[in-house]
């Protein structure tokens, strides 16, 4: 049998990798996950591989192994987030998130923003099972409109990431909640229902904390919301027609088509609508006079879809808002992935997740201290191997005997590890989570944490009903 590392030098690589990454952040600050975060995860993961193939005769081929399946495990995230940076720049591009900013700045206070949007993107989400989808879609808009109304952008993404993974959670269709109910063989409707004992009330708190916090804001301090609908109506063709788009992704959604090929068909519907409706947006990023209308279009609208553009409206503020990445601006998130897979995977293959783990579990000697391992293991596993579903899987499979053992019903654990693994994940900056919805959202993970209250509320709620012994059921 393998000998496990000592559970001190299974930390070793957790310090070092902290260590490197309050180094990077010093130096490069907001630049820190063009490169320097990749190189500190690469660095933890060597330090990781030395302690076990030098002291604990680990393999090479083992540490491979690993890699190869943690990391052909997220070729299809790959290929969504690609779909995802394809997505924004069509939307924007096309005019339907201009359109839905514009309407959506005159219809909505900034005093019920935050709820509002937060009870949106639950809804849609609830509905496609994607926080990501969301986000990607919807999310982009509000934090749009959000801008217009002058409301901070951290608090308005904390905002749209709550509803989103809220929805996530809950929706029978979501991949984080079919995996935490079949890792810990729980009926999915049953794992459901037993959620809504922790997650309505972390998510019905989290709307009365932003219903008064936009109750505080003063709308005369918001910005003049005619300075946006006139800049963008004066450079998109805003029109109705554009939310045919977005409509037609959400029958996509309702069909429970898969996610990527809804992205993908989303982005082509948007380009299709750029060529009909924002011709001359198309040519200007072009911007190769010498072309003919129908290449300066082609080039324009491939451009929307893999670069960086960049539309004149009149207002630096508003250049920036409707400026987009493409799939270019995904290249960044999917290089942490990767780097950030890697690391999660050699820390699994040398047994070190496994030796801090048992630690924890020995630990365990009662049902708030089983349900708060569980809660915190989940977390910090979102941390060290950087990936949700492995944070999932992992917590299900580590205290499944345990949760047995101690009679406890199978159904608590796969609360328990949702609780946790799925909502803190989009806590962590170099999780895949993380990078991608400050990627797409345009703000820094540290940025928007202290706003993601119902992600922060569902881990300490579960603690919680676990403490009050809430339809916790002894297994006879």
């Known amino acids: 049998m393998k000998r496990l590392p000592h559970p001190l030098v299974a930390t070793i690589p957790l310090v070092v990798l902290i260590g490197l990454l309050a180094v990077i952040i010093a130096l490069f600050g907001s630049d820190s996950l063009s490169g320097g975060s990749q190189v500190s995860l690469l ?16 393999s090479w081929k083992a540490f491979e192994a690993q890699i190869e399946k943690t990391v052909g495990g997220v070729a299809v995230m790959i290929l969504i987030l690609l779909a995802v ?61 959000s801008h217009a109304l002058g409301i901070n ?44 004992l922790t997650t309505m009330p972390a998510f019905l708190i989290t709307l009365l904390i932003f219903t008064a916090m936009g109750l505080g ?30 409509v037609l992704t959400g029958v996509l959604i309702v069909k429970r088509v898969p996610s990527l090929i809804v992205l993908f068909l989303s982005a082509m519907m948007a380009g299709i609508t750029a060529l009909i409706l924002q011709p001359h947006i198309l040519t200007e990023i072009a911007g190769d006079a010498e072309l003919s209308t129908v290449g300066a279009l082609t080039r324009g609208l491939v451009m929307t879809f893999y670069g960086s553009t960049a539309v004149e409206t009149g207002s630096a503020e508003l250049n920036e808002l409707v400026s ?28 070190m997740i496994e030796s801090i783990t048992r630690v924890v579990i020995s630990w365990v000697k009662s049902r708030v201290g089983l349900v708060a391992s569980t809660a915190s293991t989940g977390f910090f596993l979102n941390v060290t191997t950087g990936d949700q579903f492995i944070s999932i899987v992992l917590t299900a499979n580590m205290f499944k005997n345990v949760y047995q053992k101690q009679g406890y019903e199978p159904r608590l654990l796969s609360r328990t590890a949702e609780d946790s693994a799925t909502v803190t994940s989009v806590l962590v900056p170099w999780n895949t989570c993380g990078m991608t919805q400050s990627t797409v959202l345009g703000v820094a993970t540290i940025a928007y944490l202290p706003y993601c209250f119902f992600n922060i509320l569902s881990p300490l709620m579960t603690i919680m009903v676990a403490a009050a012994g809430w339809k916790i059921i002894l297994n006879a």
């Open 153 to 196: 952008e951290a608090v308005a993404a904390g905002a749209i990431i709550s509803g989103a993974y809220f929805g996530d959670k809950m929706s029978p269709l979501s991949d984080t909640t079919i995996l935490a109910s079949s890792s810990a063989g729980v009926d999915i409707f049953a794992h459901i229902r037993y959620m809504m």
């Open 324 to 351: 987009t990445g493409g799939m270019a601006g995904m290249l960044n998130t999917i290089w942490l992935i990767v780097c950030a897979m890697c690391f999660g995977a050699v820390m699994v293959a040398s047994g």
């Open 217 to 246: 804001f003063d709308a005369d301090d918001s910005i003049h919301v005619h300075q946006y609908t006139e800049g963008l109506s004066g450079t998109f063709n805003i029109s109705l027609w554009t939310l045919l788009v977005p």
């Open 43 to 58: 660095a933890a993961m060597a330090v990781c591989v030395f302690i076990s193939m030098v002291f604990y005769k680990t």
């Open 85 to 145: 940076g394809m997505l924004s720049g069509s939307w924007m591009i096309s005019g339907v998130v201009p359109t839905l900013i514009y309407y959506g700045v005159q219809m909505l206070s900034p005093q019920f923003f935050l709820v509002c949007a937060c009870v949106i993107c639950a809804l849609v989400s609830l509905l496609s099972g994607s926080s990501w989808t969301t986000i990607a879609t919807i999310g982009v808009a509000l934090l749009g409109i």
